[in-house]
């Protein structure tokens, strides 16, 4: 059988691999995921942004019964406090009740399931179930509550200034003039935080000073200076008594018709002006019977010295001789 021969040049010819069939397949599936992760990137950053969410088993409930109060969105492993607040909590926990709280902790995921008594709050509806975290980084949210057979009443206005203290002392201490009857003075200082929706300007607030059970005398002072909306400040009054002053006294700091603090401040008594009337009744009549003996010692008479005889000096007296040994 005759051996077959390749054509000339068909040894030098490079056989090339075709397409690959997976080509245009494994691109549309490339693609199709780029665009789910496109779109689903806005849901996840969404569902982020809304931050931790609150839910109840029914819309209302009267005092002593029990509503299911349920979260998501929050910290994992996060420890939380439930409250029933009237006035939709606009004036913070005081208007909660606080004492008939209750704490729950999250799951993993963030969720928790938590039951809660229905108290009366101390101010009217419209009220809110509150729930904040206790430690960490801070995250809170409201759900409403119709509490059947709880007052109602319209929120208070906001649209001006509201003051509220923070953080408030008294700074100071007497010296050696305050111990000899000179005006105790310290100073009040205050952190107060604006909790309305506008700006204070230049406040006026009324200090008053008490003594015991005794009704404070009050004086106006002016702070110069604004607290915007949502701001806090640092505030500081002298406080000075009459001279003299001792014993248990207040402190007092009024905005509007709500007085905000109170400071006790416990006077010392001044001694050194005790000290300075008993010298003076020791020391006066001490000095005057000095003074009466070295009068007395003056004026009293003095009995009469003989004259030495006429010719002798007054070392060769009789009296003035030195004796014999015997």
Known sequence: MPHAHPAPGAAHTRQRPGP???????????????????????AAGAAAADGPRLSLDRA?????????????GWRSRALLTLLVCGQNMVGGTNDCVNAEGRTVTTERDGVFRRELVV???????????HVATVTGEA????????????????????????????DARLEGSGGLLTWFGAPPARRLVLTVGNLGSGAAKDPVFRVGTARGVLAPS?????????????????VAFDVELAAGAHGPYEVS????????????????????????WILLFLVVPAG???????????????????APQSGALPWFTPEAMPRSPD
């Open 288 to 306: 005057l019977f000095r003074l009466g003996m070295v009068v007395v010692d003056r004026l009293r008479p003095r009995p009469a010295v003989a």
């Open 218 to 234: 009050w004086e106006e002072r002016r702070w110069r200076g604004t607290i915007p909306a949502g701001q806090r400040a640092r």
């Open 139 to 166: 995250q809170a949210a409201d759900v409403p509550l119709v509490v059947a057979g709880h007052p109602v009443a319209p929120l208070p206005e906001s649209s001006g200034a509201r003051i509220g203290v923070l």
């Open 20 to 42: 690959c069939p997976c080509g245009p397949g494994a691109s549309a599936v490339v693609l199709l995921l780029l665009v789910l992760l496109v779109a689903l990137l806005p």
């Open 253 to 276: 700091l009024e905005y509007g018709d709500k007085v905000l603090v109170t400071e006790p401040w416990d006077v010392a008594r001044p001694w050194g002006v005790t000290l300075f």
């Open 119 to 129: 108290v009366e709050p101390p101010t009217p509806c419209p009220c809110v179930v």
């Open 60 to 72: 209302e409930a009267g005092k002593g019964s029990t509503v299911v109060v349920r979260g998501e």
